[in-house]
């Protein structure tokens, strides 16, 4: 399985996952928990997605494009960190966002995406480079 492929995969087990859980925040705690749940597996989907964008750009990794895909990555994940503080600092200011609600959600879908990778990525035979 490609690595786009892999990525959409894991997109969509955390966006059913985001679903459920606005679903049920949305009984729990009304309209405003829905968006809050929603909020939060947008920030993980746009996190985690972002985050193979580096090995993308490299494409294969057999001429030595890995270390500078590494490099990027590592880069990037300081300013992706930084935009999604500032999402939630500026979300926490309004009205209808619960904390709680965006916290569980942000943790249930970064589970997902994790437990999607890892059963994938053991289910398919060791390959020594990325397959783009």
Do not use: C, E
């Amino acid at each position: 399985m490609t690595l786009g492929r892999r990525n959409r995969l894991a997109a969509l087990v955390t966006g059913l996952v985001g679903l459920v859980a606005a679903g049920v925040s949305w009984v729990i705690v009304g309209t405003d928990g829905a968006w809050s749940a929603l909020l939060g597996t947008v920030l993980v989907l746009a996190f985690l997605s972002a985050g193979s964008l580096p090995f993308v750009v490299a494409g294969d990794t057999r001429h030595g494009r890995g270390g500078v895909a590494f490099l990027v990555l590592g880069l990037t994940y300081a300013l992706r960190l930084v935009l999604a503080l500032v999402v939630l600092k500026l979300a926490s200011r309004a009205a209808w966002v619960h904390g709680t609600v965006v916290a569980l959600s942000v943790v249930a879908a970064a589970a997902a995406w994790a437990g999607t990778m890892l059963v994938v990525g053991i289910s398919r035979r060791h390959q020594p480079t990325l397959d783009l």
